[in-house]
């Protein structure tokens, strides 16, 4: 055999050893080669692919066992959550705390809570009430609890709220206090006019009294206001005065005669009214009250209140020839039975703003407190005597504080002076 021949002999025979049949042990003069398996398993492509995955996975740790939980030391207190605080809340005191552990948490300060000063609790929330019964056919007559407006023109800024008071609330009554805010000209020559009426606790129309007394005063005054405005930066007071007087009983003399032809009751009529007339010239700081009937005029400076309600002219009572008591007339000789109420004087003053004042124009129900509550006068004064005037709903929030035993409604037209 040729050594071609003999190679691929000797190769044959090593074929035969390793895949031939007989290589098994017993074979006699050949290695013993041992199979990867059983003679009799399966020897398909899948089988040795799932074989091969299996021999390359990772083994599946087992779970750890669970362990229980680390103990917590005897906790003997916890600080307060401030207000706004979220999450979940601390565990509580345990309840064999020694007694220096108590004492410590008592003796503890409280943190105060955020946007809060340490030293003033939150105001009360006014309490809900009941809406007042509505008409089908005068919807439009419906007044809604609280009202809310504001404004800044120069140096001034105007802030005014009007809510429903809490017997009016609890009786489902209607708010009897109107408030008007309005703006006649534009520019330095515009002309701000604030008006503030309280219906007559009279029953039905009293609200509407008060709306419509604040609506003629603005049409008189909104008619007038270039030549009002000019006798206000000139310092014109008479003039102002008469004209004022003459627009104020005009109005008032319209308000009688509808009540009349309606034969509504005539003590609900007319509401007390009060005013302030505004320049929004910022080089003219003279500011106008005028008006009739209860309320307040106050002026707020270096944090203290000054009452500036004009002094009501003295009454005499004139008598008929027949020495009978005739007519209640004023010291100036006009017959308060001409006037809008038949009693009440009518009200004018002037005073010049200085930076840093705030005049305060309120309806009665307001001004009660802030005349028989000191406390309550001194917690206004500490909240609006800071260097800036609050915002619309801080301002609404201070002037509707509750005080018991003052129960009605509250206007509150309040103007900073920069």
Known sequence: MNQQGAGCGQEDDWWRQLYG??????????????????????????????????AVATP?????????????????????????ATGPRPASPARSATPSALEALRDTPAPAPTGLPADRPPPPEAEL???PAADPAALDEL????????????????????????????RGDVRRDALLTARFGAGRHALIL????????????????AHEACARIGSAVGRSYTRLAEDIRT???????????????????????????????????????????????????????????????????DGAWED???????????????????????????????????SDPFLFRTAFARPGDTLLLCSAGL???????????????????????????AFLAAAQLQVAGHLKDRTAVGVWEA
């Open 308 to 342: 500036l309600e004009p002094a009501v002219p003295d009454h005499t009572v004139h008598r008929g020839a027949d020495g009978t008591g005739g007519r209640l007339r004023s010291a100036s000789g006009r017959s308060a039975a001409d006037g809008p109420d038949r």
């Open 129 to 131: 009430g009941t809406l």
């Open 21 to 54: 049949e007989g290589g098994g042990d017993d074979a006699p003069g050949r290695a013993a080669v041992r199979d990867a398996g059983p003679s009799d398993a399966p020897d398909t492509l899948d089988d040795r692919v799932a074989s091969a995955l299996r």
């Open 143 to 170: 007044v809604p609890d609280t009202a809310l407006d504001g404004a800044r023109y120069g140096s001034l800024t105007l802030l005014a709220a009007s809510r429903r008071g809490d017997l009016a609330r609890n």
């Open 194 to 209: 604030v008006a503030v009426a309280t219906g007559r606790p009279a029953g039905e129309g009293a609200h509407r009294a």
């Open 235 to 301: 310092d014109h007071r008479s003039a102002l005065k008469s004209g004022l007087q003459r627009l104020t009983d005009r109005s008032y003399g319209r308000l009688r005669g509808r009540s009349q032809e309606s034969d509504a009751a005539a003590e609900r009529y007319p509401p007390a009214l009060r005013c302030l007339l505004l320049p929004a010239d910022p080089d003219c700081r003279t500011r106008v009250f005028f008006g009739i009937g209860a309320g307040g005029l106050f002026r707020l400076r």
């Open 60 to 84: 599946r740790r087992p779970a750890p066992a669970p362990q229980p939980p680390p103990a917590r030391p005897p906790s003997t207190a916890s600080a307060p959550i401030p207000l706004q």
């Open 367 to 393: 001004a009660e407190p802030l005349h028989q509550e000191p406390a309550f006068a001194a917690r206004l004064a500490g909240q609006w005597s800071a260097a800036e005037p609050p915002g619309l709903v």
